[in-house]
């Protein structure tokens, strides 16, 4: 762990307001376009990332950072966006529960999906993954790196890159698959 | 969304297909036959894998990350929940959660509906109704004349017109409520909530617009809003924002700014529904709620209660219920008296 790093997790801990605005203007613009990959908009990944941030301030004598900084937050966006695609899963849910019905419901039978649903039970899949696997998947799809340069980065051997790119694939088509017959798209095509 | 491989038809019948087909026969590495369409497992992946290409697509940038208006609202966050810390139960200092007495509440209610009595006596044609839901009645629920409902919470009220004007659904509310409101384009549906308006088309929200709060919150069920702050001097629009579904427009009456929060609070709708659902909430959080929710105050003798996590559902279960299964959780010794609940 680099100096610089340590200043700022020390300082973040610390409660100290001006190491924690550095912080913020160091990784916001970052965290956010990193986000944009799991959720749907801009505005859902700033959202999150300023919940993350404020759950930061919030617990910030709690904390426990063995790795670095950075490393920390990227993991605490995935972790948050992850609960975030979950959680607009559960609101459909919750409202069948308190029984609420409305004459004005959107022109979606229970039982079907739309795009923005496999989308995020796509990327809900993906940040799902093993950690290795999902590193090497997010490397190659979204950075578009070559396996043998994957290998490399991730200090691993090609075959095993191979592998778990195969492994994630076989996963995903899995879940598309299980979901194709329900969307919405589908049913009017074929009916 | 623009153009996605969702409206590829071509793409569409033979993904379809093939999968239907791999599903019913057996699965084999070398693709099956399926009437018209020879779909092999290569081209099945292909075309799966194009879908996973495509639905795993990054959302696409609509504005440049503006780091420094960022901050500004985070400062601002950061204020509002330092001050909602400060408020709650702190076991040394050992002040209680002080609640505006219901008898207050209903007082200013009542005169409420007196003013907008008095102020619409002297208007032209239509009458206007005023309902207000009383202290120890329950939810109360109103029918507009245009079929919508409100669904009052005690102490909110509502002002209507018998008849709703040619071009527009106009009606001032205080307190909190449940909406349904039907649909009429021709006719805009507007809240006037005092320093708040909310416009609506056709859509059911849940609005918590009490005086005595320092936030108003319309959490949106379905449909679209638009939620905005006035100016008190000429009654314009002054700061919106849209909502959609999930969503949740706040206002701060310190602040006087208006926000979009892309979640709803958990437990919003307790008050109508009676169910309280903590999932790994902290302990002075659902302190927090269980008060605001019973009218009760907390004092809870645990030094860290932030660091007691509670994962329970209470179904319109009674105070004294709820105040034992934490008790019993958390190994307290729960002490009700008349308004207060000490936990030691």
Redesign the interface.
Known sequence: MDNDQLRLIQGLTRGDKQVF?EI??LY??PL??YC??F??????????V?TL??KL??KHDQLFVNTSLQAYLYRAVRNYALN?LK??KT?KEF?Q??G?Q?????TNPDNTLE??D??RI??IA?LSLPEKRREVFELS??EGLKNHEIAQKLNISVKTVENQMTKA?EH??EV??DY??LLA??ST??T | MGLSLMNDMLFWTKIYKSVQVNRLTAKSSSGKRNGDRFVSSEEQHELLDKMIADLTRPAVSSQPINTDHAWAVMQQKMQAQDASKRKFVMPSSGNEVRLMPALLRVAAVFILALAAYFMFRYEASPEYISVAAESNMGVQSVELPDGSKVYLREGASVTYPDVFADDERRITFEGEAFFEITADPSKPFRIMAGPVGVEVLGTSFNLDACPGKDQVVLSLHTGQVLFYSIDPENGEILEKVMLKPGQSGIYSCSSGLVQRALIMEPNHLAWKSGVLEFNDTPLDEVLQLLSEHYNVAFRCEHPAPGDLKLTATFDNEPIATVVESISLIFGFEGCEADTLVTLK
């Open positions: 605005g913020f203007h916001y613009a956010c376009t944009m990959r959720v749907n908009s801009q505005e859902e990944a700033e959202e999150i300023q941030f404020l301030w919030s975030y959680q607009l609101h409202e529960y308190i609420f409305t004459k004005d419901r959107a795009e923005n496999m989308q796509m990327k993906v799809r979204f694939f995903l088509r598309l698959r194709l017959p798209m589908v095509v074929f």
